[in-house]
């Protein structure tokens, strides 16, 4: 009875001291599978050049933007449920935009480059609209926004309204179309 209890007592610390040899190398490997895999929603890299302004037609179900590359004029043609949503007048009007940051205490929001924005504000006619950048989930109950949203082929906007989520996307249509 005794040599039994010995010998599970050698197997036990056999699997004891093999556990960790077979524990470090997965983690090694875990860690390198996760090695170089950049997350979508990080920060541009420092130092990188800011990208070009957007320029062309983006369209929506609901309107129209157009914008001519300098970084500060527009044209847009919103629908009556567009400008309801972002407190604009419909139909086609000239302004100015730019792309915000999202409220940062203590300073609230600032201009950034678009593909770091939060917000988008649009002015026209001095009236001017502070728009979340974003996605809304498929029913509504949820939105989310984030860095790299804006890109140069689309604008989502994102719209909170009586506790419902909803995004109008905007892409950039092609030359030729």
Same mark, same amino acid.
């Given at each position: 009875?005794?040599?039994?209890?010995?010998?599970?007592?050698?197997?036990?610390?056999? $699997?004891?001291?093999?556990? %960790?040899?077979?524990?470090?190398?997965? *983690? $090694?490997?875990?860690?390198?599978?996760?090695?170089?895999?950049?997350?979508?929603?990080?920060?541009? =890299? %420092?130092?990188? %050049?800011? %990208?070009?302004?957007?320029?062309?037609?983006? @369209?929506? &179900?609901?309107?129209?933007? $157009?914008?001519?590359?300098? *970084?500060?004029?527009? =044209? @847009?043609?919103?629908?009556?449920? $567009?400008? &309801?949503?972002?407190?604009?007048?419909?139909?086609?009007?000239?302004?100015?935009? &730019?792309?915000?940051?999202?409220?940062?205490?203590?300073?609230?929001?600032?201009?950034?480059?678009?593909?770091?924005?939060? #917000?988008?504000?649009?002015?026209? &006619?001095?009236?001017?609209?502070?728009?979340?950048?974003?996605?809304?989930? #498929? @029913?509504?109950? =949820?939105?989310? @926004? *984030?860095?790299?949203?804006?890109?140069?082929?689309?604008?989502?906007?994102?719209?909170?309204? #009586?506790?419902?989520?909803?995004?109008?996307?905007?892409?950039?249509?092609?030359?030729?179309?």
């Amino acid at each position: 009875m005794t040599e039994n209890k010995y010998a599970k007592c050698k197997l036990f610390q056999k $699997l004891r001291s093999a556990v %960790p040899a077979l524990l470090i190398p997965a *983690g $090694l490997l875990l860690c390198l599978a996760c090695y170089g895999q950049r997350h979508e929603n990080f920060p541009p =890299t %420092p130092d990188t %050049p800011v %990208p070009a302004a957007h320029t062309g037609l983006f @369209v929506s &179900e609901h309107g129209t933007m $157009l914008f001519n590359g300098d *970084g500060k004029s527009i =044209t @847009v043609n919103f629908d009556e449920k $567009l400008a &309801e949503l972002s407190n604009l007048p419909s139909g086609f009007k000239t302004g100015t935009y &730019e792309f915000l940051s999202g409220d940062l205490p203590p300073h609230g929001s600032f201009p950034i480059r678009y593909d770091a924005a939060h #917000e988008m504000q649009i002015t026209i &006619e001095g009236s001017s609209s502070v728009i979340d950048m974003g996605f809304a989930s #498929e @029913v509504g109950s =949820t939105g989310q @926004v *984030g860095l790299n949203t804006v890109t140069p082929e689309r604008i989502p906007m994102l719209f909170h309204k #009586e506790k419902h989520f909803s995004t109008i996307l905007f892409k950039k249509q092609d030359s030729g179309s």
